[in-house]
């Protein structure tokens, strides 16, 4: 079945190919910006927000040791034995909700759990939903306030 375009899809492959960035970078332990590189070369970016992508792989490897920390508690593991690809969604959400406000959180939560449920392990979207929604609420109170606000309006 083809998917509608959307003027979104191009960011929504770019989580999908930074998702298999960073995963890579979980496995061998290359530079961010080698595995960038190697992806622009070697993958067909035309339907790809390539500068969503670039700043999702090399902000999420970057950020990896503050990601794992603010995200401990609201983990059950330690960061460490999680799984790479588990982690590798974890980091994209993260930068998106601590770095890209533009973002709705409600749209990183959705993104991140269909990332998991297409790349992650059988119950992986149940976990990263459970890890987010807490860090997400407290990560972007601004934006339920102004939620709230707005429906008390109408």
Not at 21 to 32: M, T
Not at 104 to 121: I, M, S, T
Request: charged fraction near 20%; include cysteine.
């Amino acid at each position: 079945m083809a998917r509608a375009s959307s003027p979104h899809r191009p960011q929504h492959v770019a989580r999908q190919r930074a998702v298999q960035a960073l995963y890579q970078l979980h496995i061998n332990p290359d530079s961010a910006n080698q595995v960038v590189a190697q992806f622009l070369e070697t993958q067909d970016f035309s339907s790809v927000d390539e500068a969503h992508f670039c700043r999702l792989v090399l902000q999420g490897a970057q950020h990896q040791a503050e990601i794992a920390e603010q995200l401990k508690p609201h983990l059950n593991i330690s960061w460490d034995k999680l799984d790479p690809m588990e982690q590798s969604v974890l980091q994209i959400a993260w930068v998106e909700l601590t770095q890209h406000q533009e973002i709705p959180y409600k749209v990183v939560l959705n993104e991140a759990v269909e990332l998991a449920k297409r790349f992650g392990a059988e119950q992986a979207h149940t976990f990263v939903n459970a890890v987010l929604d807490p860090f997400a609420r407290e990560s972007r109170k601004f934006e339920q306030l102004a939620a709230q606000q707005a429906s008390g309006a109408g």
